[in-house]
C-alpha cells in the first residue's frame, strides 16, 4: 500500500493526528529534519500505526519535503 504523508517536523511529540482533505495523512514529528533524523522516525511511526515491522515502511519519494510517498508492506 503507497500512502501520501504531510510531516511537521520539531513537534512536541511523534504522532499520526489524522487525514487530510486530500486524503493525506498528516503526521508530527519530534525529530528535526537533518541527515535522515526526521525519514527514519516517520518510519518508525507510521510502523507502530499500521503495526508492521519497521522494515516493511518504505520512503518512496519526497526525502527533502514535507510532502512524502510511502511503501508500506504487510498489510
Known sequence: ???TVKVIP???RSEV???MADGALKVKL???PEKGKANQE???VLA???RVP???VELIAGV??????VRIRGL
Open 17 to 19: 493526528i489524522g487525514e
Open 1 to 3: 500500500m503507497e500512502v
Open 42 to 44: 516517520l518510519c518508525d
Open 10 to 12: 520539531r513537534s512536541s
Open 54 to 56: 519497521s522494515r516493511d
Open 30 to 32: 519530534a525529530a528535526v
Open 64 to 69: 527533502t519535503s514535507t510532502r512524502k510517498r
Open 48 to 50: 507502530r500505526h499500521f
